[in-house]
């Protein structure tokens, strides 16, 4: 017989038995003393079933209140990146480590009759303490940090890279937020909720500070098994079983969440930008670009075919061609470059490995604030950050600029169509016409077979095709391709060219490739940017090319 290899050592078989045997061995305790001639007649009796109906009544409130506020508090601890957010972080997780009583204590000086909360709502004739709304109260106080750990590590952990396809596909942050950012991360949603559920079903020491035992309004099943344990021994053990085999139930259900890495890209565009939310250009002239902004990449003619809008393609006849131009300079990602792109035209971007092509890419894009610059959708500004001038900042879903990642980064809960229908319907479409926009592109990069498949279901270039489609599904002003042959090998890479020459013939676009055959099959003319130098005045500026 063939043995596969293992990591795992074998003397940890020792201490994890022994850990096994902690928690088993007491559950084996409790099985054994149990009286199962008359367990029925003990979890029927009036009081018993009286507290499981508190019990799951106030847990499912608890729970639904957890998940309500503990998703935006997750999701604001895993993006947000303001000052004195660890200490904030910490106090939020502090009833994790609390005993539960000392949080009863809390609450009850909180929300009691003598509370600093509790003595203006008596005088409205609203009594919180010692009533069913206090188990609520202190169930969620205690239950809620176990949602905000789970879905706020997944968070972190799957990062911004599908928020940012989003925002490239016209999606405003709400719809981002509930169309995409919540179904990917459900996993974690649907663990920490089934976490805080036990959590609040087991609950017992904040709840018998701040709420007491009244039966039928604060007795709650663990509180119910605590008295019982004094007068009835074999109705306490018979509930404690119920209690654990619901508990059981409840964990057997939740489910780790999908982790993927990521960073957060909205932070950093506070740091120079007063937002201007509309983007709107202020009236004021727009001054000359800076000579030591940002240093002109040169720029080479390339021969290409005349751009001229494939026939039958989805967009022929509705779409209007606008140009780009750019000048911005990043100092800390030393990244620099000055160019513009004909309406209609392609332009490759080339350069060495860390010259900054892709954060000129997310400058464009909206994912990134520069330092100095400018930059011009067509007719609009959507990025100036000249100082001393009021700074002009269009949101990344509001400037018709689709940003196409080296990954395809499809939306993993979403089949191909609705992948590709995304873009409409954040647009406004319906479901019934983003689904036949969809199909038309798909079938426009020969992928309308794959339209029910899952992302997972697709290899790397039809994965790629259906990016493409996504994209142009939108119907972007602008489409910036970073390496989109990068995942393919060598062998599929021309058909995805002829895909690409067709699409974009008529459309403006940047492709960032490290490919001649890319450049020579997709682009007009090229741009190529050179390292970022810092000359003897300490500003940076671009090498030129020789």
Not at 205 to 218: D, M
Not at 313 to 323: D, K
Not at 505 to 529: I, K, N, Q, S, Y
Request: with cysteine; hydrophobic share 50%.
């Amino acid at each position: 017989m063939t043995r596969g290899f293992s990591a795992t050592p074998r003397w940890v078989l020792l201490p994890a038995g022994v850990g096994a045997l902690l928690i088993l061995l007491p559950l084996v305790g409790m099985l054994l003393r149990i009286d199962w001639a008359h367990l029925g007649e003990l979890l029927t009796s009036e009081s018993s079933l009286a507290a499981l109906w508190l019990s799951l009544r106030t847990a499912v409130v608890s729970t639904v209140l957890s998940v309500v506020l503990g998703c935006p508090l997750a999701l604001v601890l895993a993006r947000s990146t303001a000052r004195g957010l660890t200490v904030f972080r910490s106090l939020v997780l502090l009833p994790l480590v609390l005993p539960p009583v000392v949080g009863g204590i809390a609450l009850l000086y909180t929300f009691g009759r003598m509370g600093f909360l509790g003595r203006p709502l008596g005088a409205l004739g609203v009594d919180i303490a010692f009533s069913t709304t206090a188990v609520v109260l202190a169930q969620t106080f205690v239950a809620l940090p176990f949602l905000v750990v789970s879905l706020e590590g997944a968070l972190r952990t799957t990062g911004t890279r599908y928020e940012q396809i989003a925002a490239g596909l016209g999606a405003s942050p709400t719809r981002t937020l509930f169309r995409v950012t919540l179904p990917v991360t459900l996993p974690a949603v649907l663990s920490g909720a089934a976490l805080s559920f036990a959590r609040c079903l087991g609950e017992f020491g904040a709840t018998l500070t701040f709420a007491g035992s009244l039966e039928g309004v604060t007795r709650t099943l663990p509180l119910e098994i605590y008295l019982q344990r004094e007068t009835d021994p074999d109705a306490a053990v018979a509930l404690s079983l119920l209690l654990v085999l619901v508990a059981l139930l409840v964990v057997s259900l939740s489910a780790p969440a999908r982790r993927r890495r990521g960073a957060g890209f909205r932070a950093n565009l506070t740091r120079w930008f007063g937002w201007d939310g509309a983007g709107a250009p202020n009236g004021k002239t727009d001054p000359e670009p800076r000579a030591d902004a940002a240093a002109a990449a040169s720029a080479e003619g390339v021969p290409a075919a005349p751009a001229t809008v494939a026939a039958g393609s989805p967009a022929q006849g509705s779409h209007n061609t606008i140009g780009l131009r750019v000048d911005v300079l990043h100092e800390q990602r030393h990244a620099a470059a000055e160019f513009t792109v004909e309406p209609g035209a392609t332009v490759a971007l080339l350069g060495p490995n860390g010259v900054g092509k892709s954060t000129v890419l997310g400058v464009i894009a909206g994912l990134l604030a520069p330092d100095r610059g400018r930059v011009d959708v067509g007719e609009r500004c959507v990025v100036r950050a000249w100082p001393g001038e009021r700074a002009v900042w269009v949101p990344a879903h509001r400037r018709g600029v689709a940003l196409m990642a080296q990954e395809p980064l499809l939306f993993p809960h979403l089949n191909v169509l609705d992948n590709v229908a995304f873009g409409p319907r954040a647009c406004g479409a319906g479901r019934a016409e983003g689904r036949r926009r969809a199909r038309a592109w798909l079938r426009e990069v020969d992928a309308e077979e794959f339209a029910q498949r899952r992302p997972d279901e697709l290899s790397g270039g039809q994965a790629q095709r259906v990016a493409i489609a996504r994209v142009l599904a939108a119907d972007p002003r602008v489409i910036l391709l970073d390496e989109p042959m990068s995942a393919l090998d060598v062998a599929a890479r021309p058909r995805m060219r002829e895909v690409l020459k067709r699409v974009l013939a008529g459309r403006t676009a940047v492709v960032v490739t490290h490919d001649d055959a890319d450049v020579a099959e997709l682009a007009d003319r090229v741009v190529r940017m050179d390292r970022v130098i810092r000359g003897g005045n300490g500003r940076s500026h671009q090498a030129e090319t020789t």
